[in-house]
């Protein structure tokens, strides 16, 4: 079992930048892949950013490349997302996730954490 907790959100006015973190505890941390995922009021959860176990190959959605940055650090079981450029329909709850397949493959991922709110004024 793995538990993982998101931190760092907040409100940021549009143009602005935040950055969320995610520890995992539990299993083996650097032998997963993780990834981000958000979801605002009323839509469907999106996957916005998926990194490998080693940090090497990443994935973004379109809306955020360029502006988003994921990234790990296995010794400190923690996986981050930096958001820059933060624009008002970037406003949802962010939750990590893990993946015990592919990091670009949003269906394969397990293992919630309890998400964190980032909201975007304009």
């Known amino acids: 079992q793995v538990q993982l907790v998101e931190s760092g959100g907040g409100l940021v006015q549009a143009g602005g930048s935040l950055r969320v973190s995610c520890v995992a505890s539990?299993?083996?941390?650097?032998?997963?892949?993780m990834g981000w995922f958000r979801q605002a009021p009323g839509k469907e959860r999106e996957f916005v950013a998926g990194?490998?176990?080693?940090?090497?190959?990443?994935y973004y959605t379109d809306s955020v490349k360029g502006r988003f940055t994921i990234s790990r650090d296995n010794a400190k079981n923690t996986v981050y997302l930096q958001m820059n450029m933060l624009k008002p329909e970037d406003t949802a709850v962010y939750y990590c996730?893990?993946?015990?397949?592919?990091?670009?493959?949003?269906?394969?991922?397990?293992?919630w954490g309890q998400g964190t709110q980032v909201t975007v004024s304009s």
């Open positions: 539990g299993r083996a941390f650097s032998s997963y892949a």
């Open positions: 996730a893990v993946t015990l397949g592919d990091y670009d493959r949003s269906n394969d991922y397990r293992y």
């Open positions: 990194i490998s176990w080693s940090g090497g190959s990443t």
